[in-house]
């Protein structure tokens, strides 16, 4: 049976001995001291691991079913779901007005990142909600504040997002579902929208969709879309259940994963909606859904890596098959571990540095969206507005990477559904598709994010390794395993936005044919400073005499394989960036 | 519904216009002229695309089910079966003496691709069999080989191979299934085989099982390991069957993938056994299989990446979304095509330089095979015997990983099971696992086969790319595009070679710890030469006046592509084999 371990070991690390977040001015951060924060993710991960991971593979395994319009999850789930809104998990960040704990985005971070690695299909129930109420809290009237959030904040109602339509995904200009104007104020809804995520299920009372329509009349193409909410069950003044609204759940998809997310097609027929936030302004409301979104995706994909390759460690330490070549290490034994064999190493090293990279890119993310949030810190914003398609992008590609990684080490045994490893790459997949697939991520940095406000976040953040360079320069400790391939990544980076630059202007698809490298350079980047920053922590706590040494010098070595071995891949993308758009357009479509 | 075209086009241009397999003086070539090769790719073309592609999502959705120790495959299965027999296509490289049609191996692997392509799950079945049948052309006696092969080259009868124990795969010497010699030269077999593809099912009168095993009092681990036939039923003296034998199928797994093929649990419980090849010689006599079996899987790796690109090239065709960044190309619809946008070229590119590029590879290699067997050459078969963990390892993870590139295209449609993009996916995955997983590939060309001979072949193969680049080198239309990168590439390799032959004397780790990325950086250098000599055929053609100019023009645009924006990989992988194995080793099993 798969197990999950919540890695709060290594959290703790990132919040305090790197980011040292009790110590920053982010306002919330103060109290989050060690204590503090070990007591919150020691809890959570005891619930991560004791109640929903047990219910990942009967999720999978069961699914969700469609009986008369009603979603049947799978067994357990809702007991599971019950102990997380009592835990009062799903308001972890929200306000307190609305039943929320306040604490800062980056605890609902890490809490969510062991959620998701015990259970992903389940966790999204949660996680939808938490988006659609941060739409209402962003872009709602009082009225809908006060009548939503609270019992959003507590699941008691959860939340959906109603983007997608059959014929349109990315495009959603060419949206057909229209919102007419009644005379209470308004509006009958009518459409179909599909891929929506928990969009029918029996663990509610209610469920409040979010559901983007064109009011007849307005501009054409996404300029005329609005931003509906659409509950189930209409709301009495008294905030008491009224009617069934005109909406419900024509079918739920058959899926490669993330079986225990009922995925439905819903159908539209003239239900009740009010506009939310400004009339033609729907996709400025759901984009702050959608960045939250996005940055909570790039997490599952971490999330997964972590839990496919915390087993895929065990199997390698349990699992006998052949002998060291270097010489018997269970001379006892009728063969040695997987784990002495280097090449199993290599994978289990691309996992682990991978992993703890990503973990602290993850965070210090978080930390940004809590000094943009928190603090107005319009910095922050930019950077994490350049960030995100990265953290999304990046990280759900090579968390899937990892995945499939960690299922190799199982050989046959990874195949079969039985050993659970099928499921992490199966659940990984999808991160890498919805809110925005992979390349619509690179195509929004490339194409948008670089350069917003004049560019000035890129060149922020070219400061910010540069800075780090500088000011560490002089340590002997850091320059050959760290500084020196961050600075040579970074120079990567830079030459491959000179040529954007150089080459894009004249022509857009030089610098779009390079997008997804770009991506992943930029990816790769970060996470080289992120193993930096850690390489520096380590040794000052190993310095400073820490109580800790095996964890600290662990880490120092995981450092530096990600810096010789997985860095590399920065020349790569940018030889293929350089390479330019004439091979990638060459061919007619008729060619192909 | 997802489609499949036979490339017999391209297949075409591989055997004549590149390798020109008619004017070349292995035996049999002689007659595959141009027509009889068309003639034969038709006909089989037509097969996979009109009666296994349809079968495959049906293989898929209802699996096989085991009912009272018989297994049922899925509705239909048995009468394609019974069509493929007819056509003669099982035997179809096998002697005539025993019913084949003694075509050379190149022809069974063009045909192999596409019926794999077609239908991964249901081609097995015959795959097995061939195996079989291979191993007891080598190594039966003239009774054992009258007596099975002419119902096997037929498929009446299907093949299997049992190696894989529950606690041992790759490190078959720990295997415990033992043979006990019987007075009449039988062998009583006892023990249980897992993960046995074909093991059991409805389709054949009788299944032979090949079977590894003890006999007790013989050498200890591997080299204890004899052969044995074990048929389904017993044959009688008269060809005609007899008692049902005491092997039978316990389990069969659920899987990720290739659901419609039965992966059995195989129980042999004294059952009758025939020594196959000499005693305790088992594992020599398996490798007949597995070598050939390794190509093979190989193959199935070009042919899912090839299915599934074409699906993904129509859906870019066909799906309006978004505009085109440098002006509307559909300027008359709501959207254009997603094939305008550069990022979906890119990804469309990649597949496709591939997928020809591993064509031309794979019937490289086959002619190989054939120069081998049938030549008796053993440079040839020095050379195919280093490259067959080429092959296997670098066609199966970069089939896979094409695989999920064009199930990207699809956005959210090619993640749910309806469009078939989820199939191709699940099934190329177990090509990077079963007939010794990848790293096992990697293991295998770094640990056994550089050194082979005293490195002879990979100094032959170093020898070969020198030569091409040698009496090419004023040809100025190949210069920049194709001879130059192959040159660096090819650089990478015998650098990273020398960097093997340098450290991994004193530290074997050093050579092992980098057998993944050799593997990968080797992969690359074979297509790039397969692209170089592509990219000289054309050149060729259109300098000829080729009847077929958008054929060789794409074709050449496609492997810029390939040379420009693949080959440099093998900077990253050389960068990655010379950090060495400190990285890779620093930590104590405890520490992960």
Request: aromatic share 8%; net charge negative; hydrophobic share 40%.
């Amino acid at each position: 049976m798969p197990s999950y371990t919540p890695p709060t070991r290594d959290m703790q690390f990132v919040l305090h001995d790197v980011l040292r977040i009790s110590q920053t001015d982010t306002p919330g951060y103060a109290e989050l001291d060690p204590e503090f924060t070990s007591a919150v993710l020691d809890e959570a991960g005891r619930l991560a691991s004791e109640v929903l991971a047990p219910l990942n593979t009967v999720g999978d395994t069961e699914g969700c079913r469609l009986e008369n319009g009603v979603v049947r999850t799978p067994e357990g789930f809702r007991e599971a779901f019950e102990q997380v809104k009592a835990g009062g998990w799903p308001g972890i960040d929200l306000p307190e007005e609305f039943g929320g704990q306040n604490m800062p985005y980056i605890m609902g971070t890490a809490v969510g990142e062991m959620f998701s690695g015990a259970n992903q299909a389940f966790t999204m129930y949660q996680g939808l909600t938490h988006g659609a109420a941060s739409a209402i809290l962003a872009h709602g009237t009082d009225a809908q504040k006060a009548t939503y959030l609270p019992r959003m904040t507590a699941c008691d109602w959860t939340g959906t997002m109603n983007l997608t339509e059959p014929h349109c995904g990315t495009d959603l200009g060419l949206m057909r579902t229209k919102a007419e104007p009644r005379d209470d104020g308004s509006y009958a809804i009518t459409g179909q929208k599909i891929f929506i995520s928990s969009g029918e299920h029996d663990m509610a009372e209610n469920i409040i969709h979010l559901v983007l329509a064109k009011i007849p009349g307005g501009p054409e193409g996404i300029k005329g879309v609005s931003l509906f909410i659409v509950p189930k069950f209409l709301v009495n003044e008294d905030g008491s259940l009224g009617a069934r609204n005109g909406v419900s759940c024509g079918k739920i998809e058959e899926k490669m994963g993330i079986h225990g997310n009922a995925t439905c097609v819903m159908n539209y027929d003239g239900a009740t909606g009010y506009l939310l936030g400004e009339m033609h302004k729907g996709m400025r409301a759901m984009f702050t859904m959608m960045n939250e979104a996005r940055i909570g995706v790039g997490m599952q994909g971490l999330a997964q890596a972590e839990i496919a390759y915390q087993n895929a460690l065990a199997y390698a330490r349990d699992r006998l098959q052949g002998r060291a070549v270097t010489g018997a290490e269970n001379p006892d034994g009728p063969a040695d571990p997987l784990i002495v064999h280097p090449d199993i190493r290599r994978s289990l090293m691309d996992q682990k540095s991978f992993i703890e990279g990503a973990r602290a890119f993850l965070l210090c993310g978080s930390q940004m969206i809590d000094q943009s949030h928190r603090g107005k810190d319009a910095q922050a914003e930019g950077m994490v507005s350049l960030l995100t398609p990265v953290i999304k992008g990046f990280l759900t590609d090579e968390g899937f990477d990892m995945t499939i990684l960690a299922q190799q080490i199982y050989g046959g045994h990874g195949y079969i559904e039985e050993w659970g490893m099928s499921q992490y790459a199966r659940d990984a997949r999808i991160a890498m598709i919805y809110e925005g697939a992979n390349g619509v991520q690179a195509l929004d940095l490339v194409g948008r994010k670089l350069a917003q406000d004049g560019g000035k976040h890129v060149m922020a953040f070219f400061e910010t390794v540069k800075t780090f360079l500088k000011e560490n320069e002089d340590n002997e400790a850091l320059r050959a395993d760290f500084l020196d391939p961050l600075k040579a990544a970074s120079k990567d980076l830079q030459q491959a936005g000179m040529f954007f630059m150089q080459n894009g202007m004249k022509n857009p698809n030089a610098a779009l044919a390079g997008s997804y490298d770009f991506m992943h350079l930029f990816g790769h980047v970060c996470l080289g400073l992120m193993w930096a920053h850690m390489g520096k922590a380590c040794h000052e706590a190993l310095g400073n005499g820490t109580t800790d040494r095996a964890f600290h010098e662990a880490k120092l070595a995981t450092g530096r394989y990600y810096m010789a071995r997985r860095l590399p891949a920065t020349k790569m993308h940018l030889a293929r960036i350089e390479s330019g758009a004439d091979t990638v357009m060459a061919l007619t479509a008729d060619q192909f």
